[in-house]
């Protein structure tokens, strides 16, 4: 038996990956200087640092659409990143695209969340108007790359340029990348790319998935959406009540429609455009992976649906509220109080401002966490 080295990996890139696939020998490094592990890629290595963080771990306590406590089968932010790192992999593989490095850039786009999902987002970019906001996307890089603690050598997790440019890179139709020192001129690279929509496809279907358990939404709301319309013809769904084992079929479908859709239209956009390396993607003005034109409209139709029909819910809009005055309230306190913080957390008043500092505080806290701080200062039956 021959074990399989670095340079074994490394060969078996080389033979598998398309010629626009990014090799992990070919990564522009580290910022410092770090001995790569023998038996597996650079990569494999991010990939392996990034799952082992506290701040990924915090991601199962992290609200996507339904606070935890609303329910045990809801998508939280862990498991969405879990589905769009699986999704990332079928992308990558059928593309010929490093699936390591689209697996790392996957684990780590949603870091930087803070508690009580978009809603969270928004309370804390609002109190920070004045101290150059808050962006979940910026802050996943500062978590990468600052606040995670596991190396005496290096802050951060000393992560490859390829994985750091994914994340700076990654952007949606909620995201916006902001790539300043990441060569802005240049698309992210397909790994990138295929990170991006493999967040879209996946949010896009299981919020489908969770609004129609919770039934915030029903399908009677749903005619009309051509998406839904199609897929009930697949599946042989007529109305009346929708039970789990169909709708579990149907949403399985959908995301083998819009997987096949992505396939199928970036295959022909690296054809068409003559894709032949890793600098032939980053050049162009656009992206290559993306759904065909048909299935960029029926997705349009059904978040449209989504967004005012489970987003908008008078269910999830109170969670919302109580959310806002949540950490408002923590930050405010916070503010005129640091003495109230840990003394772990007041030690970085020496290096970072005050008010980044507590933001940082806040923004790495879990829904349960948050909530059970607020009640601890604001209810004097409850001791600190």
């Not at 010629?19 to 070919?26: D, T, V």
């Not at 709708?247 to 995301?255: A, E, N, P």
């Not at 950490?327 to 306190?333: D, V």
Request: hydrophobic share 35%; proline share 3%.
């Amino acid at each position: 038996m021959t074990l399989f080295t670095l340079n074994k990996i490394e060969e078996i890139e080389d033979k598998a990956l398309a010629s626009y696939g990014f090799r992990s020998k070919n990564s522009k490094g580290r910022l410092f200087a770090d001995d790569e592990p023998e038996f597996r890629s650079r990569f494999q290595r991010d990939r392996d640092r990034i799952l082992h963080t506290s701040a990924f771990r915090r991601l199962e306590y992290k609200t996507q659409v339904f606070i935890n406590y609303e329910g045990d089968h809801y998508r939280t932010r862990l498991t969405h990143t879990l589905e769009v790192a699986q999704i990332g992999r079928t992308l990558a593989r059928a593309l010929g695209a490093n699936e390591d490095l689209v697996e790392a850039i996957c684990l780590a786009h949603d870091l930087g969340h803070p508690p009580f999902g978009h809603s969270g987002e928004s309370t804390l970019n609002k109190l920070m108007q004045d101290y150059s906001g808050f962006d979940h996307n910026k802050q996943s890089f500062r978590i990468v790359t600052k606040l995670e603690h596991r190396y005496p050598e290096f802050p951060g997790l000393n992560l490859s340029w390829e994985v750091l440019e994914g994340i700076v890179k990654h952007e949606s139709e909620y995201d916006i990348s902001d790539a300043q020192d990441f060569n802005p001129e240049l698309r992210g690279h397909i790994e990138a790319q295929i990170a991006n929509v493999a967040d879209e496809l996946a949010y896009t279907a299981h919020d489908l998935d969770d609004g129609l358990r919770s039934r915030l939404i029903t399908p009677q709301l749903l005619d009309g959406i051509e998406l839904w319309e199609i897929l009930c013809e697949n599946v042989g769904f007529t109305g009346g009540v929708l039970d789990d084992l169909t709708r579990h079929t149907m949403i399985r479908r959908l995301i083998g429609m819009e997987i096949n859709s992505v396939l199928q239209n970036t295959e022909k956009n690296i054809r068409e455009n003559k894709i032949r390396s890793v600098e032939d993607v980053q050049r162009l003005p656009f992206n290559i992976v993306l759904f065909d034109e048909e299935m960029l409209k029926r997705n349009r139709a059904l978040k449209d649906f989504l967004y005012k029909n489970m987003y908008r819910h008078y269910r999830v809009q109170r969670m919302s509220v109580k959310a806002e005055r949540v950490l408002t309230q923590l930050f405010n306190n916070y503010m005129e109080e640091p003495t109230i913080l840990p003394q772990h957390i007041q030690n970085r008043f020496e290096t970072t401002s005050k008010e980044r500092t507590i933001c940082d505080y806040i923004a790495g806290m879990t829904d349960r966490y948050a909530i059970d701080e607020y009640q601890k200062l604001f209810d004097p039956t409850i001791l600190p």
